[in-house]
């Protein structure tokens, strides 16, 4: 059943970050209203909106009178309790995406089991649950290997690489013997991400495949497009497709990948997928008339989507911790800077990012 | 002195209607805050900000509690009352633009008189008080003429046309026997407005200007470039660069121009300007990656302005009254939307707008 939401109605937004603070700046615009639920009272999201409760995920009367009080909630996270989802779904408010993409997306042996059933590449992959079964899945996969817990990791935490017969020793000890997952090596000289969206008509829209670099297990820079064949870019379209609609899944959902080169040319392997607006989707804020944001807040609303062309080539720079400060005194004639609100300048915390025009895509 | 405003400051704004809401939008992407005073408690501004104040532009102690909780005071109309202005310079708390720009354009008299001292072309005018005045004006004005109150009119409303003889001895009871204004007719071919920046450091940014269409009085399109020769629109530009030093002016300013064919070509009449954020700029939204609103916050808040600098060649259109329904449904390719969270919906009431991207700027 299509809810289309009307003017004034309010999206719920769990997660009060700058991925939540932006999806709010586009529901304004929009004119919907938003509500956003997080535990941080500080969060940068609680300067944009009028209504707010500051509560834990797990405390579910809080959770039941938010969700009571909105139109629909979305998530800018994708580690959102299944507890928390269950409590939103009693009170009969529609949640998107949806509580099936949040189990995929939370569990890499789920997500990697997921993906392979949907007919597209992963790496090669085994479920770690013991010393005995990492030692089983080494026999089977091969060396060298990383080995990965299967919830809660991100930015490089919560994983180790095996390089050879002398780490598999310490390698479950290293990662806390939490229930993991072995994934063989990708030979990879690029990644790609592509952001999809898909409404509640089941009508899908992609964007052009972003080309990512990361510094210190952090995204830094997406560029559009990537030095990839357009092929590639498309094939990349076509397997974010393939996935959103295997989810049934309404909202923007990011779906990173590995480029790997090979004789018959570049292969694709799906990295993971992200059920949220995502970091390396901040350049379509610049190079699109609809943003990554506003599809998002078109779909939980129940419209159509918009088109996701792109007008010009770009490259968006993360400004990460005391960055911040030049990034935002950035006045080139090419470039749009955006800063989260954050007051509070730490090492490695994403502070607000730019995107810089390179010129017109020529490739319309 | 220059006071930049730091991330997390609080940028207070006397209004509450879509310029209102659109500024405080804008400070959110730069990281900085807003406040929103106005009468109206159902005011679109106030769903996009936790903080706002519901209290009369005369009630001065809720003035001043409000200008001593900010970092700065903008205003998205021009008739804010002086004493208000004034109870916000008491507190010490620097309002932008200043009071001078609010007395000029307050007045119609007082702002052509402005006009034409800083050696720009106006329409021919004279003061006229009373029945007397008025057989004196249009005696050296001529007919036809119309007759403008002096304060407080817009959309057409507030003025009438003396179109010959017999229309001068109603004409000023029409208008409600104020202190008015008699301003020679102008044959004018087009109207065309620029919007312009101007920093605390005396840096001006001019966008281009657009030609603007009305429809019942009230503006329905802006199309840049408009069809105008690439001079004329250059000297609209040095006008307005020309107006903003003379007021000694912070923030964006719109000028509006009539083009007046003539044998010697084209030639511009500045009609009125207005002391903040303007309809006929909204186009800026989607074809320019700094905008109108965050060219005024940057400017209110002591930083550099962006770069004025317009990628695409665009037409805006008001969604006015209840083309609101049909217009939130535009999905073309070239489209952006935008909503001002009004809920109820009357005839002639400004609901939104959309920006339609008719190509490249080949003129770059």
Redesign the interface.
């Known amino acids: 059943m299509i809810n289309k939401l009307?003017?004034?109605a309010t999206i719920g937004i769990l997660g009060g970050g700058q991925l939540g603070?932006m999806m709010a700046?586009a529901a304004?615009?929009?004119?919907?209203?938003t509500h956003i639920f997080c535990p941080d009272p500080n969060s940068p999201a609680?300067?944009?909106?009028?209504l707010?409760t500051v509560a834990a995920y797990e405390d579910l009367s809080a959770l039941k009178a938010f969700a009571q009080s909105v139109d629909c909630v979305t998530y800018e996270f994708e580690n959102v309790p299944a507890e928390t989802a269950a409590a939103i779904a009693e009170t009969g408010t529609a949640l998107f995406p949806s509580a099936k993409a949040l189990e995929v997306s939370q569990e890499r042996l789920v997500e990697k089991t997921f993906i392979q059933n949907a007919g597209v590449d992963v790496a090669p992959f085994a479920k770690v649950d013991s010393q005995e079964e990492l030692e089983a899945a080494v026999a089977e996969i091969g060396l060298p290997a990383v080995l990965k817990t299967r919830r809660f990791g991100y930015d490089g935490k919560g994983q180790t690489i095996l390089r050879d017969k002398a780490d598999i020793a310490t390698a479950f000890d290293t990662i806390g013997a939490q229930p993991a997952i072995l994934e063989g090596f990708v030979p990879f000289n690029k990644e790609i991400s592509v952001i999809i969206a898909r409404d509640q008509k089941g009508a899908t829209a992609a964007y052009d495949p972003a080309e990512n670099v990361h510094k210190d297990h952090i995204l830094y820079t997406s560029t559009v497009p990537g030095d990839i064949a357009p092929e590639l870019a498309e094939n990349a379209k076509s397997i974010a497709t393939k996935l959103i609609e295997a989810l049934d899944y309404v909202g923007v959902m990011g779906v990173e990948f590995f480029v790997v080169p090979s004789e018959g040319g570049d292969q694709l392997i799906v990295n993971e997928i992200a059920p949220r607006v995502h970091n390396s989707g901040h350049w379509t804020e610049?190079a699109c008339?609809?943003d990554q944001f506003e599809q998002h807040i078109r779909a939980v609303a129940g419209w159509?989507?918009?088109?996701p062309?792109r007008?010009?080539d770009v490259v968006m720079q993360n400004l990460i911790g005391d960055e911040?400060d030049e990034g935002?005194?950035l006045?080139?004639?090419?470039?749009?800077?955006?800063?989260?609100?954050?007051?509070e300048i730490r090492a490695g915390r994403k502070m607000?990012h730019f995107?810089r025009?390179l010129g017109?895509n020529r490739a319309q």
Chains 1, 2 share one sequence.
């Open positions: 009307p003017t004034g603070r700046l304004h615009r929009l004119g919907l209203n609680f300067d944009v909106t009028p707010k610049a008339l609809v159509q989507l918009g088109k062309v007008h010009s911040i935002m005194n006045t080139d004639s090419n470039v749009q800077v955006h800063h989260y609100g954050k007051t607000g995107n025009i017109p």
